[in-house]
């Protein structure tokens, strides 16, 4: 069955970088994008964004450019993505998702929490 | 960037009664719409794509229409799984998706 498998949580300090992976298995890993989204406690869903893991083409939400960076490694089918000078509301929960237009296949997600 | 807005934030509705929630864009998306059911403490789960069409293994209950900027969610005969926060979604600026803000559909 498909499964997108991520890594633990992480407790990072303001000024850090955090790197989350985003394993996938059960299908043809280049035949689907990956997209990141995160949700802030108690909030909604936010678009981070998107790689193609044919390619590594990247598409990254204005609010975030410059500081997120999403890479592929096709030979362990596993994504990564890395946010850097992190803020206490950059502290949520981060989810990966298999992407084909909508995603039909979500990570468990990842608390990445921001304290000092 | 395409603004999505749900309505109401919150929808109070009895086991087996109907719940209907709506999702207006702020520019045309055709009917490039989905909607998502999240619980607490789980990843979002599709539920429709398309405006209308059904995602696997997803219930009959659970209907979608519209298209352009107005979006309607059905849940009929609402169970007690169904009780959760929903999320429609636009693609029309593929990868670019925004989500609304969620409507929060509580037992009353």
């Known amino acids: 069955q498909v499964q997108l498998v991520q890594s633990g949580a992480e407790v990072k300090k303001p000024g850090a970088s955090v790197k989350v992976s985003c394993k996938a298995s059960?299908?043809?890993?280049?035949?689907?994008?990956i997209t990141w989204v995160r949700q802030a406690p108690g909030q909604g869903l936010e678009w981070m964004g998107w790689i193609s893991t044919y390619n590594g083409n990247t598409d990254y939400a204005q609010k975030l450019q410059g500081r997120v960076t999403l890479t592929t490694d096709t030979s362990r089918s596993t994504v990564y993505m890395e946010l850097s000078s992190l803020r206490s509301d950059d502290t949520a929960v981060y989810f990966c998702?298999?992407?084909?237009?909508?995603?039909?296949?979500w990570g468990q997600g990842t608390l990445v929490t921001v304290s000092s | 960037e395409i603004v999505m807005t749900q309505s109401p934030a919150t929808l109070s509705v009895s086991p087996g009664d109907r719940a209907t929630l709506s999702c207006t864009a702020s520019e045309s998306i055709n009917i490039n719409l989905a909607w998502y059911q999240q619980k607490p403490g789980q990843a979002p789960r599709l539920l429709i794509y398309r405006a209308s069409t059904r995602a696997t293994d997803i219930p009959v209950r659970f209907s979608g229409s519209g298209s352009g900027t107005d979006f309607t969610l059905t849940i009929n005969s609402l169970q007690s799984e169904d009780f959760a926060v929903y999320y429609c979604q636009q693609y029309n600026n593929w990868p670019r998706y925004t989500f609304g803000q969620g409507t929060k559909l509580e037992i009353k």
């Open positions: 059960g299908y043809t890993f280049t035949l689907y994008g």
């Open positions: 998702a298999r992407d084909m237009e909508v995603s039909d296949a």
